[in-house]
Each structure stands twice: as C-alpha cells, then as structure tokens.
C-alpha cells in the first residue's frame, strides 16, 4: 500500500524558515513526480511545486518563487519542501502528493503538515 | 493560470437524493480533470480522475463527466460518510489549479 508520511507540526517566527519531509513508501519513488499544495484554513488548496525524484528537477509556482525549494532524497525516499521568509499569511496545512502519469492526476496525499507562523 | 470555478459553494442535501457539482474551467483542459474529496481535518482523496475514470475502491454512486471547460461530478444517492468539501482540480498545465470546494453536508 502506497503510504506517504510527512513530518510533524512546525511553530515558526516570521522571517524564519520551515523544511518539511514526506517519505515515500512501497513504491519505486523515482518514478514519480511529488508535488506539494498547501491549503490555508478555510481556503482553496493551492499548488506551490514539483520535483521529479529520479532526475531532481523541480517546476515552482511563480507565487512562491525564490521562496520554496523542493528537493529529494533518493536513498532516504524522501522528498523536502522549504518554505523560507516566513509571514503570518503563510499558517497553513502543507501536503504532499504524488502524480500519476499519463493524466497526472494526484493519486496519493500525504497526511499533511500544520505550519504556524507566529510571534 | 487557469481558474477552476465551482458552483455551488455548498449544498444540503439528504440521504439518496441525487448531487451534482460543477466545476468550470477558465479555457479549455481537454480531459485533464480530477474530483477530490476532503473530510474536516484530513488530507484530500482522489475521487476520479481523466474526467470520469472512477478511482478503484470508490463507489459506483459517485461519477464524473464533461469535457473541455465545462465538468460535473455526480453523486447517484447521497450517503452519510458522503459529508465533506468536494474539490476539482485541473492537471493540463502548471500551475496545477484546483476549484474554491463545494461543501456537502447532510441533511
């Protein structure tokens, strides 16, 4: 069964930095594309980037640009996101999710992650 | 980008009556729409995928269609465990896009 879990909850200051993790399990996790969205309370879910975990490159929304990087472990089948320049605006629940290609729909989610920015 | 609108923003409805939410998009995405569903406080679930392809173990009650700009999500007849926010999602083109939700709640 195809299982992502993502690391705990984070209480960040503004102007910090969060790194959240979400390992792969029981699946080749180089084959596939992760994604990460996050969803503000009471908001849309909202795309934020890509990493392809065999080859590393990564595709950024262009509302987080500069500020989140994407990377991966291919030992650890783990892939990262960090969010730097933290604001308030930026509490949110973050998901990771792996793509399913050929229609590349998000067929698996991990459980998700509390960021609160707060000081 | 593409922006995905969702009509309507919630609904009530009661146990086996027929729900449909739809989902537009700003220009056209061919087939590449999925429906997600979210329970409060839990990670969202593939519904369907490709418009109308029924992820294994969802059940049969639930279906999608449409084509383009214009797409719906069917529940045949509303169950309990059927509460929730209802999302879909565009995968044509980056930035991946998703609808506002459309919350379900049982009457």
């Known amino acids: 069964q195809v299982q992502l879990v993502q690391s705990g909850a984070e209480v960040k200051k503004p102007g910090a930095s969060v790194k959240v993790s979400c390992k792969a399990s029981e699946y080749t996790f180089t084959s596939y594309t992760m994604h990460w969205v996050r969803q503000v309370p009471g908001q849309r879910l909202e795309w934020m980037g890509w990493?392809?975990?065999?080859?590393?490159?990564?595709t950024y929304s262009e509302r987080f640009q500069g500020r989140v990087t994407i990377t991966r472990d291919t030992y650890a089948n783990t892939a990262y996101m960090e969010l730097s320049s933290l604001k308030s605006e930026d509490t949110a629940v973050y998901y990771c999710?792996?793509?399913?290609?050929?229609?590349?729909?998000?067929?698996?989610w991990g459980q998700g992650t509390l960021v609160t920015v707060s000081s | 980008d593409i922006q995905m609108t969702q009509s309507p923003s919630s609904l009530s409805a009661s146990v086996g009556d027929r729900v449909t939410i739809t989902c537009r998009a700003s220009q056209n995405i061919n087939s590449y729409l999925s429906w997600l569903q979210q329970r409060p406080g839990k990670a969202p679930k593939l519904l369907i995928y490709?418009?109308?392809s029924l992820r294994s173990g969802v059940p049969s009650r639930f279906s999608g269609s449409g084509f383009g700009t214009d797409f719906t999500l069917t529940i045949s007849s509303l169950q309990p465990e059927d509460f929730g926010t209802y999302y879909c999602q565009q995968s044509y083109s980056v930035p991946r896009t998703f609808g506002q939700g459309t919350k379900v709640e049982i009457k």
């Open positions: 999710a792996r793509e399913n290609s050929g229609w590349n729909y998000f067929d698996y």
């Open positions: 490709a418009t109308s």
């Open positions: 990493i392809n975990a065999g080859s590393g490159d990564t």
